[in-house]
């Protein structure tokens, strides 16, 4: 119980990293399991799991966030692109490039972070639900939430819209450096459409001797991101809404294996990692359209990494006999957002 909440989530872990926790299960990757980790490296090669970050291309897939917009930075009023200093002083001989860049943090390869999804849950055991998140950091928007007190808003900025609690940047700083594990979905179940319970996921893991402890990394391979890479940046939404294993969040069963298993991360190379939209419950009870998204990000501080390019590392770990290596994966150490882009490597 803190000063925040009277109340958690059925099912959340609230609190159990202390109070004012914003790292959530990055917390269980501990010196320990990164020693793990780097005792896994046993050929040195390495993968960058991430997609071109132009891919998948146009705004077909979501069309709030666009690809990249390059353009240089300005010196004396010209693009400072290819740009000879000689015009400012003969005497000199550089010639320089600098670009910037208008960028949707969750456009291609990504991280989500703890404040990317929230909840209307009733915290202070008021009768009223109010908006908040992971580890009940309180935010507010008016119009949503009568009940909200400007002075209690913990969460938001509303200059800038910026996350002033569990922003991407608390994820940064832990390193994100440990074990990853790889669930190949893609090579039990091909590019056909299929929704993954706890049932079929299970099946998998024992096929292929695969086991999950506490503060791993876990990447599920489905294939979407290697058909978003066939594309060439012009994606068929019809084509890719039909193709790929995909978790079944609403699944309790599979909820249930997401909190017991103690994994620190759960990553996927399709976009939201479960199928969306996947609704509100069928009877009259409230509930999330992303049910996987409400457990892991609100309830249990698990970030969540999607569109990753896990083709070529499945292969390679498939074709060895190993499923396990080391993961190296930060993200942009960008104070106050919700979600970063990644660049991250396997080494194994």
């Given at each position: 119980?803190?000063?925040?909440?009277?109340?958690?989530?059925?099912?959340?872990?609230?609190?159990?990293?202390?109070?004012?926790?914003?790292?959530?299960?990055?917390?269980?990757?501990?010196?320990?399991?990164?020693?793990?980790?780097?005792?896994?490296?046993?050929?040195?090669?390495?993968?960058?799991?991430?997609?071109?970050?132009?891919?998948?291309?146009?705004?077909?897939?979501?069309?709030?966030?666009?690809?990249?917009?390059?353009?240089?930075?300005?010196?004396?009023?010209?693009?400072?692109?290819?740009?000879?200093?000689?015009?400012?002083?003969?005497?000199?001989?550089?010639?320089?490039?600098?670009?910037?860049?208008?960028?949707?943090?969750?456009?291609?390869?990504?991280?989500?972070?703890?404040?990317?999804?929230?909840?209307?849950?009733?915290?202070?055991?008021?009768?009223?639900?109010?908006?908040?998140?992971?580890?009940?950091?309180?935010?507010?928007?008016?119009?949503?939430?009568?009940?909200?007190?400007?002075?209690?808003?913990?969460?938001?900025?509303?200059?800038?819209?910026?996350?002033?609690?569990?922003?991407?940047?608390?994820?940064?700083?832990?390193?994100?450096?440990?074990?990853?594990?790889?669930?190949?979905?893609?090579?039990?179940?091909?590019?056909?459409?299929?929704?993954?319970?706890?049932?079929?996921?299970?099946?998998?893991?024992?096929?292929?001797?695969?086991?999950?402890?506490?503060?791993?990394?876990?990447?599920?391979?489905?294939?979407?991101?290697?058909?978003?890479?066939?594309?060439?940046?012009?994606?068929?939404?019809?084509v890719l809404e039909g193709s790929c294993p995909v978790l079944d969040g609403s699944d309790p069963e599979l909820q249930a294996w997401v909190r017991d298993s103690g994994l620190a991360v759960l990553i996927a190379d399709n976009y939201a990692v479960e199928e969306v939209p996947n609704g509100p419950p069928?009877?009259?009870?409230?509930?999330?359209?992303?049910?996987?998204?409400?457990?892991?990000?609100?309830?249990?501080?698990?970030?969540?990494?999607?569109?990753?390019?896990?083709?070529?590392?499945?292969?390679?770990?498939?074709?060895?006999?190993?499923?396990?290596?080391?993961?190296?994966?930060?993200?942009?150490?960008?104070?106050?957002?919700?979600?970063?882009?990644?660049?991250?490597?396997?080494?194994?």
């Amino acid at each position: 119980m803190t000063e925040r909440w009277t109340r958690r989530p059925e099912g959340s872990n609230w609190g159990d990293f202390g109070p004012d926790d914003e790292r959530g299960r990055m917390n269980l990757v501990t010196d320990e399991r990164v020693l793990a980790a780097v005792r896994e490296v046993q050929v040195g090669k390495r993968f960058c799991l991430s997609l071109p970050l132009d891919l998948p291309g146009g705004r077909l897939l979501n069309a709030r966030r666009f690809p990249p917009r390059r353009f240089a930075t300005d010196r004396a009023g010209r693009a400072n692109f290819n740009f000879p200093l000689a015009e400012l002083d003969p005497r000199l001989t550089d010639v320089v490039c600098d670009d910037a860049v208008l960028l949707c943090l969750q456009y291609s390869t990504q991280w989500d972070s703890l404040a990317h999804v929230g909840s209307r849950f009733d915290a202070d055991g008021d009768g009223e639900p109010e908006t908040v998140y992971y580890n009940g950091w309180r935010g507010g928007r008016e119009v949503l939430d009568p009940h909200h007190h400007p002075e209690r808003d913990e969460f938001t900025r509303h200059e800038g819209n910026e996350a002033r609690r569990l922003g991407i940047h608390n994820m940064a700083e832990t390193g994100v450096q440990g074990r990853g594990v790889m669930i190949d979905l893609h090579a039990h179940f091909g590019r056909a459409r299929q929704r993954v319970g706890y049932a079929e996921l299970e099946r998998v893991m024992r096929a292929d001797g695969v086991v999950v402890e506490p503060g791993d990394m876990v990447c599920l391979h489905t294939g979407f991101a290697q058909a978003i890479v066939e594309m060439g940046g012009d994606p068929d939404p019809a084509v890719l809404e039909g193709s790929c294993p995909v978790l079944d969040g609403s699944d309790p069963e599979l909820q249930a294996w997401v909190r017991d298993s103690g994994l620190a991360v759960l990553i996927a190379d399709n976009y939201a990692v479960e199928e969306v939209p996947n609704g509100p419950p069928a009877d009259a009870r409230c509930g999330a359209s992303m049910p996987l998204h409400e457990l892991c990000l609100f309830k249990l501080g698990v970030h969540l990494g999607e569109l990753w390019h896990l083709t070529p590392l499945a292969e390679w770990l498939r074709a060895n006999g190993r499923y396990r290596f080391l993961l190296t994966a930060p993200p942009l150490r960008l104070p106050g957002a919700v979600g970063s882009p990644a660049t991250p490597v396997a080494t194994v």
